[in-house]
């Protein structure tokens, strides 16, 4: 979707609208690739204050500048204006996708060729308004985003990626060999779009539609971020098993997004055809899909605003070198591809975060995200009745785990009763992790049975049992280093609200979002972090990340808290705090499985101790009889521990 004409806008006040953008709206911290998390720890503690005054300032500028625009500017820059809203608005769903949501897309222009040809089609042949051929190219584009995801979210590693390019290659293939979409020719006389009356055919005037929708495409992507279903979003790249242990199911929430990232370019469609008037296959291949891919990186796939601002750089840029390649070649098409290619790999090599991780390191904190406004205290969350002291919640039954030969767990039978921390000991390789896997349903059990509050778990998804009120840590913590620590243990809190995408996205959410932040708050308080809740999680020591893990298990309002190892590579001290704090918690009447290598650490901690070796259960008891129990002690001496 390119201009011819010369470059005369100015490529600087472009990109220092786009800048002001990213000031505004760029909370998003899951530029992974972009920075020091630490570096941004002092950003996200100054943002409290001043960065949501400045935010605004920002976005008013942006505002008048770009409603001021097609007034001082000249025909070309409008046009070129024009083309970077609909670019922004396909990069933005891109920097959800694959810059937030970790899924890359090489077939976007696909979408965006859906709508176009959709809306193209309906008005011209059978003499529709373009208002219900936008109605109709939203409901292809997400129809077809529905079916494509459905067939191919599921696929893991480069695959995914793989699967992009074949459909994003068969959709436009498909656009020039159907007869009623003009094959090759495409379809012309696409009617402009009018508003009450009022025609858009001029580019000064569809201008205006272009970026309110843009403006409200922002809007809406900045809203979801900081919400339920935004922390889910946030959180897809730290894997299925995380967003399992809080009761979400990753493939879904990886669906919703791309379902929008596709509406988004669907949008972009609908705009392109009523504004170009006329559509052919070409816009929509597979090079127009690395296109949108490239101006979402140019920007920074880490923040929206590097949408905005890489959709300028690269329709700038692109512009430019059609300008002075005809002089220096005949050649000028394939001198352009390898431009871009060239300049993909040093922004891969060099910027990773893009034009906006430079923006980023050099403000500092002075504009970082500001979370959004307490509204003052709201009636909380609602809690589960917790079952009488005493009473068993667990009771796990002749349980067997097989690995080919190997029986890694062996007939193991034990309950937990509500109120007491129970700990599962054991030396290396004695089967505690796998018996953790099975309780949490991470994995199949081979054979047995496991109850929790009477029901049977065995073979139930693991996010089912997360929202039975079984809350879990990670051996190897899963936090989001980049969120802070207020919005870490928010997405505890997941499985007891129920705002979706679109009531997020609109603000409709208000409420429920508060009660989440207010009870997120109350955790950390609990555990001691409360005054660092603006903090990023990365930034933690070892030790502090694994009690903030604990107060992401405590949001969910947990009826039983599974700890995986939470002493492993903690030093005295960290050790120390850590076990005054369980102590605490079981005072406070939670109930704590504990699974454990270090002895010591658990002796003066529990209730009750079931000691595993070679996949059996050895003893079980309490503390000081299971120190003194000599199988025991052979057990841990035979092994290295
Ligand atoms: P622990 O946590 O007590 O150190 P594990 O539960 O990790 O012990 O392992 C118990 C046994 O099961 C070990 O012999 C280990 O090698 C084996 N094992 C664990 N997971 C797997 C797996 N996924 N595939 C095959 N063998 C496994
Ligand atoms: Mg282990």
Request: proline share 4%.
């Amino acid at each position: 979707m390119s201009r011819t004409a010369a470059p005369k806008a100015n490529p600087e006040a472009l990109l220092r609208e786009g800048v002001s953008m990213n000031r505004t709206i760029g909370r998003q911290d899951e530029a992974a690739l972009a920075l020091g998390a630490k570096a941004a720890v002092s950003r996200a503690a100054v943002a409290k204050g001043g960065g949501l005054a400045s935010r605004r300032l920002w976005i008013g500028v942006l505002v008048v500048a770009l409603a001021l625009a097609p007034m001082v500017a000249g025909n070309f820059t409008v046009s070129l204006l024009n083309d970077i809203g609909i670019g922004a608005l396909v990069a933005l769903g891109l920097v959800l996708l694959t810059g937030i949501g970790g899924a890359t897309s090489f077939g976007q222009a696909a979408f965006v060729g859906i709508a176009a040809y959709a809306s193209a089609w309906l008005t011209t042949t059978q003499g529709m308004s373009p208002w219900i051929g936008l109605v109709f190219a939203l409901a292809l584009t997400g129809l077809s985003a529905l079916a494509i995801g459905l067939l191919t979210l599921r696929l893991g590693g480069h695959f995914l990626p793989l699967s992009t390019i074949a459909w994003g290659l068969s959709i436009a293939m498909l656009f020039g060999n159907v007869d009623a979409l003009g094959r090759h020719t495409g379809l012309s006389n696409i009617p402009p779009l009018s508003i009450a009356g009022a025609s858009l055919a001029d580019p000064r005037a569809i201008y205006y539609l272009i970026w309110v929708i843009v403006g409200l495409a922002f809007l809406f992507s900045s809203n979801l971020l900081q919400s339920r279903p935004g922390r889910a979003i946030r959180s897809l790249r730290g894997g299925s098993i995380l967003l399992a242990s809080v009761g979400e199911d990753a493939y879904r929430v990886r669906l919703s997004l791309f379902v929008t990232a596709a509406l988004y370019a669907g949008l972009a469609g609908w705009l392109y055809a009523h504004m170009n008037r006329f559509v052919s296959p070409s816009p929509f291949d597979v090079r127009a899909s690395i296109e949108y891919l490239l101006m979402a990186v140019a920007g920074g796939l880490g923040q929206l605003a590097g949408a905005l601002v890489g959709a300028a750089l690269v329709l700038v840029m692109k512009n430019a070198l059609q300008d002075v390649l005809p002089l220096l070649t005949q050649r000028a098409g394939q001198l352009e591809a390898v431009a871009f290619a060239t300049l993909f790999i040093l922004l891969l090599h060099f910027a990773r975060g893009g034009l906006m991780g430079f923006v980023r390191r050099f403000t500092r904190g002075r504009f970082a995200a500001p979370t959004r406004e307490a509204s003052g205290p709201v009636e909380p969350l609602p809690h589960r009745t917790l079952p009488e002291r005493g009473t068993p919640i667990l009771s796990v039954n002749g349980v067997v785990k097989r690995f080919g030969g190997l029986v890694a767990v062996n007939e193991v039978s034990f309950d937990v009763n509500a109120g007491e921390i129970l700990g599962l000991i054991g030396p290396n390789g004695a089967g505690k992790s796998t018996m953790f896997n099975l309780l949490t349903c991470t994995l199949p059990m081979t054979a047995g049975q496991v109850r929790f509050l009477g029901h049977d778990i065995a073979g139930m998804p693991q996010r089912k049992v997360a929202r039975l009120g079984l809350a879990r840590t990670f051996q190897h913590v899963k936090l989001r280093p980049h969120m802070t620590l207020l919005d870490n243990v928010a997405l505890g809190a997941h499985s007891r609200t129920g705002s979706g995408l679109l009531k997020a996205g609109l603000r409709l959410d208000r409420v429920e979002e508060q009660q989440i932040l207010q009870e997120a708050q109350r955790q950390l308080d609990r555990i001691g972090l409360g005054d660092r809740a603006h903090e990023l999680a990365g930034s933690l020591p070892l030790g502090t990340q694994r009690i903030l893990e604990i107060a992401r298990a405590l949001a969910a309002d947990p009826v039983l808290l599974v700890l995986d190892e939470p002493a492993a590579g903690l030093r005295r001290k960290e050790k120390m705090a850590l076990g005054d704090l369980l102590r605490k918690l079981r005072e406070e009447g939670v109930t704590i499985l504990i699974v454990e290598h270090d002895m010591d650490f658990v002796m003066k901690l529990v209730d009750r101790l079931v000691v595993m070796n070679f996949g059996s259960k050895l003893v079980e008891g309490v503390p000081a009889a299971v120190r003194a129990d000599e199988r025991v002690q052979a057990a841990y001496l035979g092994s290295v521990v």
